[in-house]
């Protein structure tokens, strides 16, 4: 992990692929929800996830770049995002990218040319959005963008707006290491096992479309749980 600049971290190259189709698409008036059928079988233009499909082969079937055409690869944007870490992968939808943008806010830019088209800024405790303020993904479902923030809230922003739809209350500030990811429904979080705390040691899923807690499965077993006594008299 290394801190970004203060420069570019959203770069795209330019010259061997055309970006028309994706400048048509931001035009579009009507924002088309994110359904499980995408999900499972994404438009070849769009990155809905952090892997890009549920497989997690990372794979795009894009062909406009080629090994005969990538020596003609330019910079086609860059943008200025504050400085801090960055460690997550941005999704992308009908032209528009959604990135975690350092100091945990969420930041919807055209990605034609990297232009802001919102930016959800949520205010945190003094001391949050330090070491705490990573996340390796985000999620999409519907009409709404998913976080974990670093405050121990899952987070559903409008994907139009950029406005708060829901939050829900996960824990008390544990940290998200990991990616999110929307599976039937359901918004699939977890927290790392940070300041010794058992609370903060578990996967969650939420309903994506209200928020409301569907279970909790913590990964540390506790005292008369199966796996418990192997802490021994570490306290969990």
Not at 24 to 35: G, K, L
Not at 173 to 191: C, E, P, T, Y
Not at 196 to 212: H, P
Request: hydrophobic letters at 40%.
């Amino acid at each position: 992990m290394k801190p970004i600049s203060q420069r570019a971290i959203a770069i795209l190259f330019g010259s061997a692929v055309s970006l028309t189709a994706l400048g048509a698409a931001i035009a579009q008036p009507n924002f088309a929800p994110v359904t499980d059928a995408m999900l499972n079988n994404p438009d070849p233009a769009d990155w809905l996830m952090i892997s890009r499909t549920y497989n997690e082969w990372r794979f795009s079937p894009l062909n406009q770049i080629t090994k005969a055409n990538a020596g003609q690869l330019r910079m086609a944007w860059a943008r200025q995002l504050p400085g801090g870490t960055q460690e997550s992968t941005p999704i992308v939808y009908r032209g528009v990218m959604y990135l975690f943008a350092p100091g945990a806010t969420i930041q919807a830019v055209d990605a034609t040319n990297g232009d802001l088209i919102w930016e959800y800024a949520r205010k945190y405790p003094a001391g949050v959005t330090g070491t705490r303020a990573r996340e390796k993904s985000l999620a999409i479902y519907e009409d709404m963008i998913y976080f974990a923030a670093p405050d121990g809230f899952l987070v559903a922003i409008d994907a139009r707006t950029g406005r708060l739809r829901w939050e829900s209350k996960l824990d008390n500030g544990g940290q998200q290491a990991g990616g999110l990811l929307l599976a039937d429904g359901k918004v699939i979080s977890n927290r790392t096992c940070d300041q010794a705390k058992r609370e903060n040691c578990f996967i969650a899923a939420n309903d994506a479309r209200t928020g409301r807690l569907v279970w909790k499965f913590f990964t540390t077993a506790g005292a008369g749980e199966p796996g418990g006594d192997t802490w021994g008299d570490v306290p969990t």
